[in-house]
């Protein structure tokens, strides 16, 4: 893959990392993702054009609203570089369409769902659900041969976040379930190492939080599990193959 479609792909994610920001904000208190156009959340001030470019509009604003200089939170510029970052780095590490298409999506919801997650305790369906057509859409269209593999993934890692959902609602939502499908329809075979991941890193967090808990304090709402598959995802997108051949040499 050439530098100069890595570089494409970077500048195309700092761009959509940009309107991820929207996204992570609006998508949970019910506001349209398109009006009005960005604006300052303290004083309501229109965003100039040459003030929203992603990471660099930032900087020279010194994190301040131009016009009230309110503080800007430095997640703004953080996910838009990180999702440059994990965009260059689907198109590095892959050479398939299929798989940078739909490594780039995955990046595209897995971001939002993971601060949403953290921020709101919620999966937005607004998210999950035209990210699964759009997978569906992309792998049958780019890689028809490899969708049946996609859709029994999809089918298991759904199905069997369902069990424990019914189980154990309280300790899995609906929407860690639809998330743990759309890995599948994404990832295909690679969403097992992306589940290892998620549930290994969530038992250790979820071991801390427990641990800092002083005795007799209150349970809180407990730790979002949506971040931990996010990360799943994200790992399996870059290291999967090399996670699911190891195991099964291992194996062998």
Known sequence: MTAIAIVAAAL???????FLNVVVYRLPRGE????????????????????????????????????????????????EAATAALCGGVVLSHSSAAAIALGLLAVLVLVPV?????????????????????ALALGSALDPSGEPSR???????????????????RGMGMGDVKLAGLLGLLLGAEVAPALFVALISGVVVGL???????????RGAGVPFGPFLALG????IYAGHAILHAYLHHLG
Not at 66 to 73: G, L, P, V
Not at 119 to 132: F, K, M, Q
Not at 208 to 218: D, I, L, M, Q, S
Not at 233 to 236: H, I, R, S
């Open 12 to 18: 195309f994610g700092a761009l959509l990392g940009s």
């Open 32 to 79: 349209s993702l398109v009006t009005p156009g960005s604006h300052c959340p303290s004083c309501d001030a229109p965003v100039k054009p040459y003030d929203n470019v992603p990471v660099l509009a930032w900087m020279w604003l010194r994190g301040r609203c131009r016009a009230c200089r309110a503080a800007i939170s430095p997640r703004y510029p953080l996910v």
């Open 114 to 134: 993971a601060l949403i997650d953290l921020d709101h305790h919620l999966i937005p369906n607004r998210l999950t659900g035209p990210a699964a057509l759009l």
């Open 151 to 169: 859709l029994i993934a999809a089918a298991a890692a759904g199905g069997g976040f369902l069990v424990v959902a019914l189980i154990s609602p």
């Open 208 to 218: 801390v939080v427990v641990a800092r808990r002083r005795p007799g304090e209150r």
């Open 233 to 236: 995802g994200l790992t399996a």
